[in-house]
């Protein structure tokens, strides 16, 4: 199958090797090319970890054009502050036929990057989806190099209400649906994100250590049983959210101990027994995705949502004001909220369909 990768990151390489490995042909995309000048020559992808070896890759490039043309599956791997811009690009080649899969949406990435296509005059009916999270848990080592350290279990997916999403996954390459679990809701993998819950307040939380000279094992070192409880109040919002949405989702530590096979009686437990940290380290500042992404993507819509659902959401409440002040950035005004995605978000309680989208922003057209 043809099948293309948008984002040479760390789970843009993982997949590309994972994806090639299993026979498909690999078109990858990344913006900048500097950053891709290795893959160009090379056009392969050295795996290690549970994935070892050389895969070929049949394109690599920074024109969108050359690999939406290609492929008829694209899988966007990039963080949630490039959907839109994504959406952007990719609106005058995606047809009826495309498959997008957004790895993974965060909170209403499908929604956000329909909306997008739908501003620049695509309204062909391009399948979306949104996964709860990547498959891998991985780390980029060089331009052509990745350490793919595991492969996560029943990893979620959804798309918009109405669609027929076991046939659109009887489109992807096959291998891909031993690792994803359909759900019901886009609540359940927006929502259901657990991203904004391990990344955003322990990075803050450390921001002595982020910013010192020290290399210190995110996981392992940054989650204290403290920060560990911290972020459970966290987690337990999210939770309420998600059941006043009527779509109740599992807690982080059912998650941890779901997706990796391992047993524990806490979060923390879970962290420090989980393998598959011991090799994850902090990254060397604040300017990384676990705040950049993570809080207007994910805090921001589930904080929104919370109040609008009449929930104190005291906790996540406090982790975007620290960063707002740590930072000096306003996240709420950058974040996702469904006031900006045309939507209302109650709605999700019986499903949002893609045609909600573009009547409402055709109603906006007019207003304006």
Same mark, same amino acid.
């Given at each position: 199958?043809?099948? *293309? @990768?948008? &984002? ?7 997949? =590309? ?5 299993? *026979? ?11 950053? /891709?000048?290795?893959? @160009? ?10 994935? %070892?070896?050389?895969?070929? +890759? ?11 043309? $290609?492929?008829?599956?694209?899988? %966007? ?21 495309? @498959?997008? /899969? ?9 929604? !956000? ?11 062909? #009916?391009? #399948? ?12 980029? +080592? ?19 209400? &109405? ?18 679990? /359909? ?10 994100? %657990? *991203?904004?819950?391990?990344? $955003? ?25 403290? %920060? ?5 109040? @966290? ?6 959210? =998600? ?20 047993? $524990?009686? #806490?979060?923390?437990? $879970?962290?420090?027994?989980? =393998? ?5 380290? =902090? ?26 659902? &009449? ?18 950035? !306003? ?7 469904? &006031?900006?995605?045309?939507? !209302? ?24």
């Amino acid at each position: 199958m043809r099948v *293309g @990768i948008i &984002g040479a990151g760390n789970s843009g390489l993982a997949m =590309a090797a994972h994806l090639s490995f299993l *026979g498909n042909k690999v078109y990858l995309w990344n913006r900048s090319e500097d950053n /891709i000048t290795d893959l @160009i020559k090379a056009k392969k992808v050295e795996a290690i970890g549970v994935l %070892v070896g050389e895969f070929r +890759l049949e394109q690599v490039t920074s024109v969108m054009r050359e690999v939406v043309e $290609c492929a008829r599956v694209i899988f %966007v791997t990039t963080p949630a502050t490039s959907h839109k811009e994504l959406a952007k690009l990719m609106a005058p080649y995606l047809t009826d036929r495309h @498959i997008v /899969i957004l790895n993974p949406g965060r909170t209403f990435g499908a929604v !956000d990057f329909k909306d997008e296509l739908i501003r620049n005059g695509n309204l062909s #009916s391009v #399948s979306i989806l949104e996964t709860q999270t990547i498959i891998y848990t991985c780390r980029k +080592l060089s331009q052509t190099k990745v350490n793919i350290i595991a492969l996560k279990r029943d990893v979620l997916i959804s798309t918009f209400s &109405g669609e027929d999403i076991e046939e659109i996954m009887s489109r992807i390459p096959d291998e891909l649906n031993k690792f994803y679990k /359909i759900t019901d809701s886009m609540v359940e993998t927006s929502i259901g994100n %657990v *991203g904004m819950i391990l990344h $955003c307040a322990p990075m803050l939380l450390n921001t002595g250590w982020v910013e010192s000279p020290h290399k210190f094992k995110y996981y392992r070192e940054g989650i204290s049983r403290t %920060v560990a409880d911290f972020i459970e109040k @966290i987690d337990r919002e999210r939770q309420e959210v =998600a059941k006043l949405l009527n779509h109740p989702v599992i807690s982080a530590k059912e998650w941890l101990q779901h997706s990796y096979d391992i047993t $524990c009686d #806490s979060l923390y437990d $879970c962290i420090q027994s989980n =393998a598959s940290y011991e090799e994850i380290f =902090a990254p060397a500042n604040l300017q990384y995705r676990y705040i950049f992404e993570d809080i207007p993507y994910g805090l921001v819509p589930l904080e929104s949502m919370g109040k609008d659902l &009449g929930l104190e959401m005291k906790n996540t409440e406090i982790v975007i004001n620290l960063a707002n002040a740590l930072l000096d950035v !306003d996240f709420r005004a950058l974040g996702r909220t469904a &006031g900006k995605l045309h939507f !209302d978000y109650k709605k999700l309680m019986k499903g949002v369909t893609a045609e909600d989208l573009v009547e409402n922003t055709k109603k906006e057209e007019l207003i304006f």
